[in-house]
T-cell receptor, first 114, second 118 residues
Framework: AQSVSQHNHHVILSEAASLELGCNYS??????LFWYVQYPGQHLQLLLK??????LVKGIKGFEAEFIKSKFSFNLRKPSVQWSDTAEYFC????????????FGAGTRLFVKA | SAVISQKPSRDICQRGTSLTIQCQVD?????MFWYRQQPGQSLTLIAT?????????ESGFVIDKFPISRPNLTFSTLTVSNMSPEDSSIYLC???????????????FGQGTRLTVV
């Protein structure tokens, strides 16, 4: 069965600090990878996605993620965080052969101090 | 994209009762999914609901406890039956429409239904 591991459950950063959130998945076949974000009081929304092609994908609000197939990883990065990035971040994976179900990691709560 | 409305947005229910959650989408979608997000935890998939067929449940979830309907391509319901305090959670409806060639898409989510069982 597919699973997703996020290494950091809570992260506290000061504004302008760099961010990297780790994500590993367990599935040997073709996968589609996602990062979703949930801002306080809002619904989940897509931050970025990787389906194929360039393993470095760029998303909204200056976020990017790198797919490293050999490491089964899809880490999220941002060079300089802002207070408005305070949110919960979820890494997710789905395998087309798995019926397009999206499996989520445990989530990382990011708090950015102003 | 898809806009999803869930009703109710929140409810407080007595144990032993049932609650039906509605999910309405503003466009026709192929696949609908129901998730549970327990306090402080991630999203756990309950079942996949496709129109015209029975819902497919994930391990640990059964139809008697979480019956699902999918009468058309824009609507689904999830019922939480015979509730206990352990069912207190946020229940989320999610949709996607993979292409006819099987190309996946992102999932869209509603605001969720916050259920408290007392």
């Amino acid at each position: 069965a597919q699973s997703v591991s996020q290494h950091n459950h809570h992260v506290i950063l000061s504004e302008a600090a760099s961010l990297e959130l780790g994500c590993n998945y367990s599935y040997g076949g073709t996968v589609n990878l996602f990062w979703y974000v949930q801002y306080p009081g809002q619904h989940l929304q897509l931050l970025l996605k990787y389906f194929s092609g360039d393993p470095l994908v760029k998303g909204i609000k200056g976020f990017e993620a790198e797919f490293i197939k050999s490491k089964f990883s899809f880490n999220l990065r941002k060079p300089s965080v802002q207070w408005s990035d305070t949110a919960e971040y979820f890494c997710a994976v789905n395998a087309p052969t798995g019926g397009f179900k999206t499996i989520f990691g445990a989530g990382t709560r990011l708090f950015v101090k102003a | 994209s898809a806009v999803i409305s869930q009703k109710p947005s929140r409810d407080i229910c007595q144990r032993g009762t049932s609650l039906t959650i509605q999910c309405q989408v503003d466009s026709q979608v192929t696949m609908m999914f129901w998730y549970r997000q327990q306090p402080g935890q991630s999203l756990t998939l309950i079942a996949t609901a496709n129109q015209g067929s029975e819902a497919t449940y994930e391990s640990g979830f059964v139809i008697d406890k979480f019956p699902i309907s999918r009468p058309n391509l824009t609507f689904s319901t999830l019922t939480v039956s015979n509730m206990s305090p352990e069912d207190s959670s946020i229940y989320l409806c999610s949709v996607k429409s993979p292409t006819n060639y099987g190309v996946d898409t992102e999932a869209f989510f509603g605001q969720g239904t916050r259920l408290t069982v007392v």
